[in-house]
C-alpha cells in the first residue's frame, strides 16, 4: 500500500509539473525556454501508465493546470463584471483540459499496438496534428499552441517563415521527446559517454536546439530588401469601457474618436485605425445615416482613410433564404447581425466593408447553432452575442496623399490567432495586416498580452507589418521579424502614429500554408491505422490459437 501510495504521489507530481511548466511557458512570462522540456515529466509518467482510465485521468490533471495558468482570464473573474462571462471562463477551465487529452489517449492506443518506443517517436506527429484539427472547427480554440510560447526569442521563431507555428511546436516536442531519452539513460545508471547512441541522442538535442536560433539570427542581421513605398498608419485608443459603450452615450464616444483622430491626424496619417465595435450601434442602418456623415465629414476634412470596427445587420425579405440561426426581430423579420469592419475614403461614397468569419466560441457565437438553432438562447449581452459568420477573405485598397495604391487585409480581435486564415489573406494580395480589438473585457491580464504576442507570429509567418489597434490597449506596431516598435499601454487613451513599409513578396509558409501540420496529420493516421491493424492481427493469431488448443 506504502509503494502505491508513493506511485501515486509521484505521479501526480509529475502531471503538476508539466502543467506548471507548460502554463508558464505562455506570455506574458518571458520564459518559453521552459518548453523545451515542460512535456518530459509528463512523458515519463507516461512510461508507467498501463490503463485509458489512468491516462485521461493523468492527463486531465496536467492539462488543467495548464489551462488554469494560462487561461484563467478568460472568465473576467478579476473584475467580475459579467456572470455569463465568469460562467462560460469556468466552464472553458473545467472542459478544455479534456480536449488536450485526446492526443495522448491517441499516443496509448500505438504504445499498446507498436510499443513504447514508437510511441514516443509518434508524440511530435500526434501532438502537432492535434494542435491543427484544434483549430478547424466552431468548438476550436487554438489559443494554446505550444509554438505560441516562443515569440520573446525571434531568433528561434524565424522559421515560422516556412513551416507556420506548427513547425515551433512539432520542433519543440522533437526536443521533449529527446529531452526524456537523455532521462531515462540518465536515471536507468545507463548513460555511457562511449554509447554511440547516448552520444548520438545528446548531439541531436544540442544540434537540433541550436539550428533554429543559427538560421533566424542570420536573418535578423541580414537586410531587408528595400521598398519603394512607406505610409504613416494610427492607431486610435479611446479606452471606453466595454460594459458601459453597449448602454452608454453614443455621441460622447464618437467624439472621444474623433479628438483622438484629430490629434492623430496632424501626424500626417495615410491610415487610421479604430478599434473593434468602436462605433456601438448600427451605423450603415438608415437611421444612424447622420451619424455616418458626421465620421465622413472629418475623413473627408482631413483627408485620411478610416478603418473602423462595426456591429452590422442585414434583414433578410419575404422569399429569401436565410439560416436556421438567424434573428427574428419584434415584427417578425428574419435579419443576422455581423461583427465588421468598414474602410471610409476620403471623398469617396464607397464603403468597403469586412465581416468577422471566425467567431468566438459562446462569446461571439454558440457552436453549431447553425444546426442546432435552439443553442441561439444561450447568447451573451453587451451587443456581442449571436453573430453570424462572414464569407469572405476580404481585402481593403486605398490610395495614399500621393496616389500610391495600398492593399492591406484586416482580422477582427480573436482571428489573428489562426494563422491559416491570416495567410489566406495575404496571399489575396495584402501588402500588410490589421488587427482591430477589444481586449479590455479581461482587465489588465495575460490574455491582452499574450494576443500581443501572437501578432508576433502571423508578422514573421508572412512577412508583413502588423498594426494592432486596441480599445483599451494594447495597440502597437510589429514589422515584419517580430519586432515590437511601438506599443502603447493599458487603459490609457492614445494616437499612436508610426511609419511601415508595404510588402509584396511572399513567404514560403504564406504559398504553402499549413504543409507541415497536414503532413503529421498524414502521418498520424497512418500510424493509428497500422496500430488498428496490429489490433485485429493479434486478436485473429490469438482466436486461431484458442482454436488449436
Same mark, same amino acid.
Given at each position: 500500500?506504502?509503494?502505491?501510495?508513493?506511485?501515486?504521489?509521484?505521479?501526480?507530481?509529475?502531471?503538476?509539473?508539466?502543467?506548471?511548466?507548460?502554463?508558464?511557458?505562455?506570455? /506574458?512570462? /518571458?520564459?518559453?525556454?521552459?518548453?523545451?522540456?515542460?512535456?518530459?515529466?509528463?512523458?515519463?509518467?507516461?512510461?508507467?501508465?498501463?490503463?485509458?482510465?489512468?491516462?485521461?485521468?493523468?492527463?486531465?490533471?496536467?492539462?488543467?493546470?495548464?489551462?488554469?495558468?494560462?487561461?484563467?482570464?478568460?472568465?473576467?473573474?478579476?473584475?467580475?463584471?459579467?456572470?455569463?462571462?465568469?460562467?462560460?471562463?469556468?466552464?472553458?477551465?473545467?472542459?478544455?483540459?479534456?480536449?488536450?487529452?485526446?492526443?495522448?489517449?491517441?499516443?496509448?492506443?500505438?504504445?499498446?499496438?507498436?510499443?513504447?518506443?514508437?510511441?514516443?517517436?509518434?508524440?511530435?506527429?500526434?501532438?502537432?496534428?492535434?494542435?491543427?484539427?484544434?483549430?478547424?472547427?466552431?468548438?476550436?480554440?487554438?489559443?494554446?499552441?505550444?509554438?505560441?510560447?516562443?515569440?520573446?526569442?525571434?531568433?528561434?521563431?524565424?522559421?515560422?517563415?516556412?513551416?507556420?507555428?506548427?513547425?515551433?511546436?512539432?520542433?519543440?516536442?522533437?526536443?521533449?521527446?529527446?529531452?526524456?531519452?537523455?532521462?531515462?539513460?540518465?536515471?536507468?545508471?545507463?548513460?555511457?559517454?562511449?554509447?554511440?547512441?547516448?552520444?548520438?541522442?545528446?548531439?541531436?538535442?544540442?544540434?537540433?536546439?541550436?539550428?533554429?536560433?543559427?538560421?533566424?539570427?542570420?536573418?535578423?542581421?541580414?537586410?531587408?530588401? /528595400?521598398?519603394?513605398?512607406?505610409?504613416?498608419?494610427?492607431?486610435?485608443?479611446?479606452?471606453?469601457?466595454?460594459?458601459?459603450?453597449?448602454?452608454?452615450? =453614443?455621441?460622447?464616444?464618437?467624439?472621444?474618436?474623433?479628438?483622438?483622430?484629430?490629434?492623430?491626424?496632424?501626424?500626417?496619417?495615410?491610415?487610421?485605425?479604430?478599434?473593434?465595435?468602436?462605433?456601438?450601434?448600427?451605423?450603415?442602418?438608415?437611421?444612424?445615416?447622420?451619424?455616418?456623415?458626421?465620421?465622413?465629414?472629418?475623413?473627408?476634412?482631413?483627408?485620411?482613410?478610416?478603418?473602423?470596427?462595426?456591429?452590422?445587420?442585414?434583414?433578410?425579405?419575404?422569399?429569401?433564404?436565410?439560416?436556421?440561426?438567424?434573428?427574428?426581430?419584434?415584427?417578425?423579420?428574419?435579419?443576422?447581425?455581423?461583427?465588421?469592419?468598414?474602410?471610409?475614403?476620403?471623398?469617396?461614397?464607397?464603403?468597403?466593408?469586412?465581416?468577422?468569419?471566425?467567431?468566438?466560441?459562446? =462569446?461571439?457565437?454558440?457552436?453549431?447553432?447553425?444546426?442546432?438553432?435552439?443553442?441561439?438562447?444561450?447568447?451573451?449581452?453587451?451587443?456581442?452575442?449571436?453573430?453570424?459568420?462572414?464569407?469572405?477573405?476580404?481585402?481593403?485598397?486605398?490610395?495614399?496623399?500621393?496616389?500610391?495604391?495600398?492593399?492591406?487585409?484586416?482580422?477582427?480581435?480573436?482571428?489573428?490567432?489562426?494563422?491559416?486564415?491570416?495567410?489566406?489573406?495575404?496571399?489575396?494580395?495584402?501588402?500588410?495586416?490589421?488587427?482591430?480589438?477589444?481586449?479590455?473585457?479581461?482587465?489588465?491580464?495575460?490574455?491582452?498580452?499574450?494576443?500581443?504576442?501572437?501578432?508576433?507570429?502571423?508578422?514573421?509567418?508572412?512577412?508583413?507589418?502588423?498594426?494592432?489597434?486596441?480599445?483599451?490597449?494594447?495597440?502597437?506596431?510589429?514589422?515584419?521579424?517580430?519586432?515590437?516598435?511601438?506599443?502603447?499601454?493599458?487603459?490609457?487613451?492614445?494616437?499612436?502614429?508610426?511609419?511601415?513599409?508595404?510588402?509584396?513578396?511572399?513567404?514560403?509558409?504564406?504559398?504553402?500554408?499549413?504543409?507541415?501540420?497536414?503532413?503529421?496529420?498524414?502521418?498520424?493516421?497512418?500510424?493509428?491505422?497500422?496500430?488498428?491493424?496490429?489490433?485485429?492481427?493479434?486478436?485473429?493469431?490469438?482466436?486461431?490459437?484458442?482454436?488449436?488448443?
Amino acid at each position: 500500500m506504502i509503494a502505491n501510495l508513493q506511485s501515486s504521489r509521484r505521479r501526480i507530481f509529475l502531471a503538476t509539473l508539466s502543467g506548471v511548466m507548460l502554463g508558464c511557458s505562455f506570455p /506574458p512570462i /518571458p520564459s518559453g525556454i521552459l518548453a523545451v522540456c515542460c512535456f518530459v515529466p509528463f512523458l515519463i509518467l507516461f512510461d508507467s501508465l498501463i490503463e485509458y482510465g489512468e491516462v485521461v485521468r493523468y492527463s486531465y490533471l496536467t492539462f488543467f493546470i495548464f489551462n488554469v495558468i494560462a487561461l484563467y482570464w478568460t472568465g473576467g473573474f478579476t473584475h467580475a463584471k459579467d456572470i455569463y462571462l465568469m460562467l462560460a471562463g469556468g466552464m472553458l477551465l473545467l472542459v478544455h483540459p479534456f480536449f488536450f487529452s485526446v492526443p495522448i489517449v491517441a499516443l496509448m492506443f500505438i504504445r499498446r499496438h507498436l510499443g513504447i518506443g514508437v510511441a514516443l517517436m509518434a508524440f511530435p506527429l500526434v501532438w502537432v496534428s492535434f494542435e491543427y484539427l484544434h483549430s478547424l472547427f466552431e468548438i476550436g480554440f487554438p489559443w494554446l499552441t505550444v509554438g505560441n510560447t516562443q515569440t520573446y526569442d525571434l531568433s528561434v521563431v524565424q522559421i515560422a517563415s516556412y513551416t507556420g507555428v506548427y513547425g515551433i511546436s512539432f520542433w519543440l516536442t522533437v526536443l521533449n521527446v529527446l529531452g526524456h531519452f537523455l532521462y531515462s539513460k540518465l536515471a536507468g545508471k545507463k548513460w555511457k559517454i562511449s554509447s554511440l547512441q547516448s552520444v548520438a541522442t545528446l548531439l541531436a538535442f544540442v544540434s537540433l536546439y541550436a539550428l533554429p536560433r543559427v538560421y533566424g539570427d542570420h536573418v535578423l542581421v541580414s537586410s531587408p530588401s /528595400p521598398v519603394d513605398t512607406k505610409i504613416n498608419v494610427g492607431c486610435i485608443q479611446p479606452n471606453i469601457d466595454p460594459f458601459e459603450k453597449w448602454q452608454g452615450n =453614443a455621441e460622447m464616444q464618437l467624439g472621444v474618436l474623433q479628438h483622438l483622430t484629430k490629434e492623430g491626424a496632424q501626424k500626417q496619417v495615410d491610415l487610421l485605425l479604430w478599434p473593434e465595435t468602436a462605433v456601438p450601434f448600427y451605423i450603415l442602418h438608415p437611421n444612424n445615416r447622420q451619424y455616418l456623415y458626421l465620421i465622413k465629414n472629418q475623413v473627408d476634412s482631413l483627408g485620411i482613410n478610416l478603418l473602423t470596427g462595426i456591429p452590422d445587420v442585414i434583414f433578410y425579405h419575404e422569399g429569401d433564404p436565410f439560416p436556421r440561426s438567424s434573428k427574428i426581430s419584434p415584427s417578425g423579420q428574419r435579419y443576422d447581425t455581423f461583427n465588421s469592419s468598414i474602410l471610409i475614403e476620403p471623398h469617396r461614397n464607397e464603403i468597403q466593408k469586412y465581416a468577422k468569419i471566425i467567431l468566438v466560441p459562446f =462569446a461571439e457565437r454558440v457552436p453549431f447553432s447553425e444546426a442546432l438553432s435552439f443553442l441561439n438562447a444561450m447568447q451573451w449581452n453587451f451587443g456581442l452575442g449571436g453573430w453570424a459568420h462572414g464569407k469572405d477573405t476580404t481585402v481593403f485598397h486605398f490610395k495614399t496623399a500621393h496616389g500610391d495604391s495600398i492593399s492591406f487585409s484586416n482580422m477582427v480581435c480573436y482571428e489573428s490567432v489562426y494563422p491559416g486564415l491570416v495567410a489566406a489573406f495575404v496571399r489575396r494580395g495584402a501588402q500588410f495586416l490589421t488587427v482591430i480589438t477589444n481586449d479590455s473585457w479581461w482587465g489588465n491580464t495575460s490574455g491582452t498580452y499574450q494576443h500581443v504576442q501572437f501578432g508576433v507570429l502571423r508578422a514573421i509567418e508572412n512577412h508583413r507589418w502588423v498594426i494592432q489597434c486596441a480599445n483599451g490597449g494594447i495597440s502597437c506596431i510589429i514589422d515584419p521579424f517580430g519586432h515590437i516598435l511601438q506599443r502603447t499601454e493599458m487603459y490609457t487613451q492614445a494616437a499612436l502614429v508610426g511609419t511601415i513599409e508595404p510588402q509584396v513578396e511572399v513567404t514560403f509558409y504564406t504559398m504553402h500554408g499549413d504543409w507541415l501540420a497536414e503532413l503529421t496529420m498524414l502521418l498520424s493516421v497512418f500510424l493509428l491505422a497500422a496500430s488498428l491493424g496490429r489490433k485485429f492481427y493479434n486478436q485473429v493469431r490469438l482466436r486461431e490459437l484458442r482454436e488449436v488448443h
